[in-house]
């Protein structure tokens, strides 16, 4: 039985985001090689944005809800 495959996280695009830039910055590799990995860079910054605007919108509906973000500044008062 195959392995199942998880989604990347988005520490994991991110770091191959951070892997192709490096290369193409790098600017060593045939032009199809660069336009590959440009297109799968895309494709990686689209998913990350996309992840981080989820996040975003979880956290403002928490917030809408009543909770409260967390502020470390309140920490130290209280501690103070």
Known sequence: MAAKKTAPTFEDRLR???E????L???DLPLEDSVRLYKE???LSRA???QVEKARNEV???TEEGLEPFD???LDEEDG
Do not use: K, M, P
């Not at 192709?20 to 290369?23: E, F």
């Open 16 to 18: 191959r985001l951070q």
């Open 48 to 50: 990350c944005r996309e």
């Open 25 to 27: 910055e790098n600017g």
């Open 72 to 74: 470390e500044t309140r």
């Open 41 to 43: 860079g895309l494709a």
């Open 60 to 62: 403002r509906l928490l």
């Open 20 to 23: 192709i830039v490096a290369a």
